[in-house]
């Protein structure tokens, strides 16, 4: 999570000070929110299926195959080597009685409401043990971290699962995480190329790709087998529910050539706060108030600049900090400003800052402001030091996820990730077992 100072004022450092006194009676979510949030969204005791911090003082939640920090949090069945770490970082420091919570979604991140004893082995709900004051920063936070699954709890089955932290002391949600288990039952190949689509080519990715179940039984394959496809790690513009055009034998062909074709968008912009004694390139101020304060250059909007090859996380973020043994508790929090210039503002919707630190949100905290003055769009983030991607977009009511392209632009060349997800409804169950993960990449595929 990172703090806009509009809505939290970090100069001061007054995180010790504020008081959480409201209690909450929590209520759940069902399906995918679009990106902005609306109705019940705006009340923060409303457990959302999706990935989201519901208190201020609760930052950097990260979750990630343990030892793979880039990768989506993605463990297989049964693989004692396949291990899930849950992080982040509580602004008030001091110890509190947090507790994570699991909850079983459908192929589509509905929250299914049935004993959790159904698809789990031990309790639910548990005490968070493993957390360590920052030292060595001038922002002092308390690091919180577990593993899933671990000695008290296990999953029964595949599929998608949302992790909850909560306060147990006083009920808040403190941040909703989705992960997934995943049972390695099926091969895969994909064919992400230019579309097919002769008037969009140069603009457009389309991603096809073939399952192949081999022994593993399929009843009813258009009923029961869901497909979803992810780009860079984003849920907002995610596909889901496809269903295969062809069966051959064993195999699922989904050559659809419609809900399976992305925007190439661009490579991302790059933020270096890893050292704030050498700073990056792209940065042209840095002071020390109450805390370290970056400026950085300001940036162009690119929607009709030619494409051009950066190296990139794709959307992603590490921790980092120059000279840290364990940057994760001695990495330090940065006041870090954008500035983006337009050519006037902007009537046709909001301007906001994304990438995977913003859970591809467009949550007030992450809009920008435009600056008649200065005639530029501004923001002010508070993040923890480290590399990061990150991309500006237009939001308006209408869209059903960030428009990246009508700020960045879009071509077909920019290198993407791709992963597959194949899910398969068991009756027996009654739940949708994850039984096939498959990653590719755009550049890859089309060398």
């Given at each position: 999570?990172?703090?806009?100072?509009?809505?939290?004022?970090?100069?001061?450092?007054?995180?010790?000070?504020?008081?959480?006194?409201?209690?909450?009676?929590?209520?759940?979510?069902?399906?995918?929110?679009?990106?902005?949030?609306?109705?019940?969204?705006?009340?923060?005791?409303?457990?959302?299926?999706?990935?989201?911090?519901?208190?201020?003082?609760?930052?950097?939640?990260?979750?990630?195959?343990?030892?793979?920090?880039?990768?989506?949090?993605?463990?297989?069945?049964?693989?004692?080597?396949?291990?899930?770490?849950?992080?982040?970082?509580?602004?008030?420091?001091?110890?509190?009685?947090?507790?994570?919570?699991?909850?079983?979604?459908?192929?589509?991140?509905?929250?299914?409401?049935?004993?959790?004893?159904?698809?789990?082995?031990?309790?639910?709900?548990?005490?968070?043990?493993?957390?360590?004051?920052?030292?060595?920063?001038?922002?002092?936070?308390?690091?919180?971290?577990?593993?899933?699954?671990?000695?008290?709890?296990?999953?029964?089955?595949?599929?998608?699962?949302?992790?909850?932290?909560?306060?147990?002391?006083?009920?808040?949600?403190?941040?909703?995480?989705?992960?997934?288990?995943?049972?390695?039952?099926?091969?895969?190949?994909?064919?992400?190329h230019f579309t097919d689509v002769v008037s969009q080519r140069f603009y457009q990715q389309e991603v096809d790709f073939?399952?192949?179940?081999?022994?593993?039984?399929?009843?009813?394959?258009?009923?029961?087998?869901?497909?979803?496809?992810?780009?860079?790690?984003?849920?907002?513009?995610?596909?889901?529910?496809?269903?295969?055009?062809?069966?051959?034998?064993?195999?699922?062909?989904?050559?659809?050539?419609?809900?399976?074709?992305?925007?190439?968008?661009?490579?991302?912009?790059?933020?270096?706060?890893?050292?704030?004694?050498?700073?990056?390139?792209?940065v042209s101020a840095v002071k020390r108030d109450s805390l370290y304060e970056f400026k950085l250059a300001r940036d162009?909007?690119?929607?009709?600049?030619?494409?051009?090859?950066?190296?990139?996380?794709?959307?992603?973020?590490?921790?980092?900090?120059?000279?840290?043994?364990?940057?994760?508790?001695?990495?330090?929090?940065?006041?870090?400003?954008?500035?983006?210039?337009?050519?006037?503002?902007?009537?046709?919707?909001?301007?906001?800052?994304?990438?995977?630190?913003?859970?591809?949100?467009?949550?007030?905290?992450?809009?920008?402001?435009?600056?008649?003055?200065?005639?530029?769009?501004?923001?002010?983030?508070?993040?923890?030091?480290?590399?990061?991607?990150?991309?500006?977009?237009?939001?308006?009511?209408?869209?059903?996820?960030?428009?990246?392209?009508?700020?960045?632009?879009?071509?077909?060349?920019?290198?993407?990730?791709?992963?597959?997800?194949?899910?398969?409804?068991?009756?027996?169950?009654?739940?949708?077992?994850?039984?096939?993960?498959?990653?590719?990449?755009?550049?890859?595929?089309?060398?």
């Amino acid at each position: 999570m990172i703090l806009n100072n509009k809505h939290f004022t970090v100069k001061i450092l007054t995180f010790t000070a504020l008081i959480l006194t409201s209690s909450c009676t929590l209520t759940e979510s069902s399906g995918n929110a679009g990106g902005s949030d609306q109705g019940d969204y705006f009340d923060e005791t409303f457990l959302r299926s999706q990935d989201h911090i519901y208190l201020p003082n609760i930052a950097t939640v990260m979750a990630y195959r343990k030892g793979f920090e880039q990768s989506l949090p993605t463990v297989f069945l049964n693989d004692p080597e396949s291990i899930l770490e849950v992080r982040f970082d509580d602004l008030y420091g001091g110890i509190r009685n947090y507790y994570y919570k699991i909850n079983l979604c459908d192929h589509n991140w509905n929250i299914i409401n049935k004993p959790y004893q159904e698809y789990l082995e031990g309790y639910q709900e548990h005490p968070i043990q493993d957390y360590k004051v920052s030292f060595n920063t001038i922002v002092r936070y308390t690091h919180y971290r577990f593993e899933l699954p671990n000695k008290d709890i296990r999953f029964r089955h595949s599929g998608n699962f949302l992790v909850v932290g909560f306060d147990m002391d006083t009920d808040e949600l403190l941040f909703s995480k989705r992960i997934m288990v995943a049972e390695n039952l099926m091969t895969m190949q994909s064919d992400i190329h230019f579309t097919d689509v002769v008037s969009q080519r140069f603009y457009q990715q389309e991603v096809d790709f073939t399952v192949d179940a081999g022994n593993f039984s399929i009843v009813d394959p258009f009923r029961n087998l869901n497909a979803s496809i992810i780009q860079n790690h984003r849920w907002d513009n995610a596909v889901h529910k496809l269903k295969p055009q062809f069966v051959e034998s064993s195999k699922y062909i989904y050559d659809l050539s419609d809900r399976n074709i992305f925007n190439g968008i661009n490579e991302f912009r790059l933020l270096d706060i890893r050292s704030f004694m050498r700073p990056a390139p792209n940065v042209s101020a840095v002071k020390r108030d109450s805390l370290y304060e970056f400026k950085l250059a300001r940036d162009m909007k690119r929607s009709f600049k030619r494409y051009l090859t950066i190296e990139d996380l794709n959307g992603d973020f590490s921790i980092m900090a120059e000279r840290a043994d364990d940057p994760h508790l001695e990495a330090d929090y940065f006041q870090v400003e954008f500035e983006l210039e337009t050519n006037g503002a902007i009537d046709s919707g909001d301007v906001y800052i994304a990438g995977d630190f913003s859970n591809w949100r467009a949550l007030p905290e992450y809009r920008m402001q435009y600056d008649a003055t200065d005639g530029v769009y501004k923001t002010s983030l508070l993040l923890k030091q480290g590399y990061y991607n990150y991309i500006y977009a237009l939001w308006n009511d209408d869209d059903s996820h960030l428009n990246v392209a009508a700020m960045e632009g879009n071509h077909s060349e920019t290198e993407n990730n791709y992963t597959i997800l194949v899910y398969y409804y068991d009756m027996a169950l009654d739940a949708d077992r994850l039984i096939g993960v498959h990653s590719g990449n755009s550049i890859e595929q089309n060398e």
